[in-house]
């Protein structure tokens, strides 16, 4: 609790520097600070360093300014709210804290409701906290958008990879819902079935409760449930690669 608190003091005193250093700029050099600052955290990024490039993501938004015109705005958010939002909740995946991560994909769609990587990550965080209620429609708007970007000829690369990675999170969803079905069926067509109607009477056995197993979402994990499903067994390991930022 003491380290939690020291730390959130630590950024207050850190978020009010910045604020302090861009209070006195134009609209355009806060821009171009909060850019700059941004390629110095995408590097960080690519380098693994995902505290510090989360400290950097959130020192840009210190000169979020949203007090000009209209167009003046739609730059602001698309230039400089949409990316670093998707890019400070990347981090926030890596580093575990998916609700902050949702706060922040909420933030990037408030800008673009379709952006890919904002609506992947925010599906991510719901499934990571074993909700695929909410995960899933995250999930399938995201391979809604993957396509609706492809039409617009954007990093195909890049919207590949994201798309192998929603479509092993779909299947691992569809499957668990099957296997849920199963079970609930298996229930009431066992024999036994008026004695575990009622556990709660004296001498029931408890049933275990079910653990959720962990799931590998590796490339060489994605490519190989992926090939299953294709019935493609001639599949070959890849190594891992970064997730490109914006």
């Known amino acids: 609790m003491q380290s939690e608190m020291m730390s959130r003091a630590s950024t207050q005193k850190r978020l009010g520097a910045c604020a302090d250093h861009v209070k006195g700029m134009s609209r355009k050099d806060k821009l171009k600070w909060a850019l700059d600052l941004k390629d110095v955290a995408n590097k960080d990024f690519a380098d693994c360093k995902f505290e510090e490039a989360a400290r950097l993501y959130n020192d840009c938004l210190v000169a979020l300014d949203l007090d000009g015109t209209e167009s003046e705005n739609e730059e602001v958010k698309n230039k400089l709210q949409l990316p670093v939002s998707t890019n400070l909740a990347a981090c926030l995946v890596e580093l575990g804290k998916y609700e902050g991560c ?128 294709r019935g493609d067994w001639n599949w070959s390991c890849c190594r891992r690669s970064k997730e490109k930022n914006q």
């Open 102 to 229: 949702i706060e922040m994909c909420n933030l990037a769609l408030s800008v673009d409701g379709q952006a890919p990587k904002a609506l992947y990550r925010r599906g991510l965080c719901h499934y990571r906290l074993g909700n695929h209620r909410l995960a899933r429609p995250d999930f399938e708007a995201a391979m809604k958008a993957i396509a609706a970007a492809r039409e617009g000829q954007d990093d195909a690369t890049c919207l590949k990879d994201l798309e192998r990675r929603v479509t092993h999170y779909l299947l691992n969803i569809r499957r668990h819902s099957e296997q849920e079905k199963s079970n609930a069926k298996r229930i009431f067509e066992r024999k036994d079935n008026d004695s575990r109607l009622y556990d709660d009477r004296p001498g029931a056995r408890e049933e275990p409760e079910e653990q959720r197993p962990e799931v590998d979402d590796s490339d060489e994990a994605i490519e190989a449930a992926l090939s299953r499903a």
